[in-house]
């Protein structure tokens, strides 16, 4: 990684107008499907901030030489700008015959970040360093070197702020090494998305008691009759179940819960319909996201039921990934979604 220091500068800093524009004209602004490689026909190439300064001090330096006729300013003049050009070469060169695969991310809760993992391609013999991932919503601009031969993941973090599906943003990929004269970039928008989750209700509220609707196979919480143990009050714990003598006899700052045995182990339904009147839409699947949370949590076998939609009663990563998801993607009735 050291060897790309000198190509490790903001990149955010380095946008201009002209990235927007070379952009338009790639004609490219949807997501593209499968891998994308880094060619000539979209590689794209300019002086730096440094590169301009750099430029003014030649011009520079070759009029005083002309004026003064300097053979040795004519010869450094000669010498800098032909490095220059050099560095316009392997900078390009950096990014070019580079593959891009697009990967997945792991479903987050609204206000979480979230990673879409994107894996590079470097199938020439030559290494490549310090280039740079960027994209609107990420939280850090991302640095990697990729060996010759080799592939190499970055982690695409973006911020999250409403439940659904999220389109990961389009993305820069750029370089300025080796001298930081130049910077070569790209464009691509991958053809992948991110599930998104409501945001869970907090503090939460207590998991529903009532009885199922006739006809779903859903019953009421079965009688506790043994106490089985006490342990600390988690979100999702009957508050009438806590222990209060214990409390008080142990001088615990914790709350304690009573868990019971011996009864019939009841299952639970979790139903937009049965939730107050008073809750709006959003509110009503964090209070829902919550309850699939805690209900796991406990044990308890639960259903979910979203308008015409039932899923359950079960229990296990794979029924809590579908509730979850079809509370990520619902739309309430009479929104046109």
């Not at 209060?244 to 045995?261: D, I, M, N, Y």
């Not at 699939?292 to 979203?306: F, H, K, M």
Request: hydrophobic content about 45%; aromatic content about 8%.
């Amino acid at each position: 990684m050291s060897r790309g220091a000198s190509g490790r500068g903001s990149t955010r800093a380095g946008r201009s107008w002209s990235d927007e524009f070379l952009a338009r004209m790639m004609g490219r602004t949807g997501p593209v499907a499968g891998d994308h490689a880094l060619t000539r026909s979209n590689v794209f190439i300019l002086p730096s901030r440094p590169g301009l300064l750099c430029a003014v001090v030649l011009l520079a330096m070759l009029i005083a030489s002309i004026n003064y006729s300097l053979a040795l300013g004519f010869a450094l003049t000669f010498l800098i700008t032909g490095v220059a050009l050099v560095a316009m070469l392997h900078t390009f060169r950096n990014l070019s015959t580079l593959s891009l695969r697009p990967g997945r991310g792991e479903p987050v809760f609204a206000g979480e970040l979230t990673e879409a993992s994107v894996t590079v391609l470097n199938p020439s013999r030559l290494e490549r360093f310090a280039v740079a991932f960027d994209a609107p919503g990420m939280a850090r601009t991302e640095l990697i070197d990729i060996p010759c031969r080799a592939e190499q993941r970055v982690r695409i973090a973006l911020e999250t702020e409403r439940r659904g599906w999220l389109q990961v943003p389009r993305l820069t990929i750029s370089s300025t090494f080796p001298l930081g004269l130049w910077r070569a970039w790209s464009y691509w928008q991958p053809a992948q998305r991110v599930l998104v989750y409501p945001r869970p209700e907090s503090p939460p509220a207590p998991l529903p008691e009532s009885p199922a609707a006739a006809g779903t196979g859903i019953g009421r919480r079965g009688a506790q009759e043994d106490l089985a143990s006490i342990h600390a009050y988690r979100p999702g714990d009957n508050p009438r179940h806590i222990a209060w003598k214990a409390v008080a006899r142990t001088g615990s700052r914790t709350l304690l819960v009573k868990q019971f045995e011996g009864g019939e182990r009841g299952e639970l339904l979790l139903s937009w319909r049965d939730l107050p009147a008073q809750l709006d839409s959003e509110a009503r699947l964090a209070r829902l996201t919550r309850w699939v949370l805690s209900a796991e949590a406990s044990g308890t076998p639960y259903a979910l039921s979203l308008g015409a939609q039932t899923f359950g009663p079960d229990l296990g990563l794979a029924h809590r990934a579908r509730c979850l998801e079809a509370l990520a993607t619902w739309a309430p009735p009479g929104t046109g979604a």
